[in-house]
């Protein structure tokens, strides 16, 4: 089955912590993202990526970074510079150029930090 | 930046139609997206608008109007399990980048 992986569904870290987490997808996808959606909020785009090796900011980037050394994969890392990192974060792909075409999500890590 | 509005809650009866719509104000505009999400659950794919008009696809169906602004989400025969967030997304590009912004959604409960 074709699809998007995320793991964990749950992760809890300490604050100080950096954390990275994972989005693998077997969709031979070219675009990438990570959004983050808080309680009662929309979905806010951290970064997205075309491209192998080229990843591109998003409305909300900060205390985040990314990499994007393979195609199927494109982990998140939220350093210890993310102010309010507890959140629900969700990783998509899209076939084609970014933003054409619908976006395939994976289930989400519930990231808490404490 | 990207404005969008859309109701936050909606409340219709099983077997009903039920209109949800979106307003928004966007430079570079290209198309509008329409995702159902379940609580607690990632986003899935409704529907996809580039064109002014109405795009039916089974019990749902979705209208823009690019010149207003506007786009509406018609789900019709109405089943517990529509029970659901639906988000307005248009996206827009420009300058080699693209923009994708989710409106909060709008939160329909579907009573018996």
């Known amino acids: 089955d074709g699809g998007i992986t995320q793991s964990p569904k749950y992760l809890f870290r300490k604050e100080g912590q950096n954390v990275t987490l994972s989005c693998e997808q077997n969709?031979?996808?070219?675009?990438m993202y990570w959004y983050r959606q808080d309680p009662g909020q929309g979905l806010r785009l951290i970064y997205y990526?075309?491209?192998?090796?080229?990843?591109q900011k998003g409305d909300i980037a900060e205390g985040y970074s990314v990499s994007r050394e393979k195609k199927e994969s494109f982990p998140l890392t939220v350093t210890s510079a993310q102010k309010n990192p507890t959140a629900f974060y969700l990783c998509?792909?899209?076939?084609?150029?970014?933003?054409?075409?619908?976006?395939?999500f994976g289930p989400g890590t519930r990231l808490t930090v404490t | 930046g990207q404005n969008i509005d859309q109701p936050t809650e909606m409340t219709a009866t099983e077997g009903a139609i039920v209109q949800i719509n979106c307003t928004y104000q966007?430079?570079?505009?290209?198309?509008l997206f329409w995702y159902q999400q379940h609580a607690g659950e990632a986003p899935t794919f409704l529907s996809y608008?580039?064109?002014?008009g109405l795009e039916e696809k089974g019990r749902f169906s979705s209208f823009l109007s690019r010149s207003k602004g506007y786009s509406y989400l018609l789900l019709k025969e109405l089943q517990m399990k529509d029970s659901a967030s639906y988000l307005c997304?248009?996206?827009?590009?420009?300058?080699?980048?693209?923009?994708?912004?989710f409106g909060k959604g709008t939160k329909l409960s579907v009573i018996p």
């Open positions: 997304a248009p996206w827009s590009s420009g300058a080699g980048s693209y923009q994708l912004t």
């Open positions: 966007t430079s570079g505009f290209n198309g």
């Open positions: 998509a792909s899209s076939k084609g150029s970014a933003g054409v075409g619908e976006q395939y």
């Open positions: 608008n580039v064109l002014d």
């Open positions: 990526s075309q491209i192998v090796n080229d990843f």
């Open positions: 969709l031979n996808h070219d675009a």
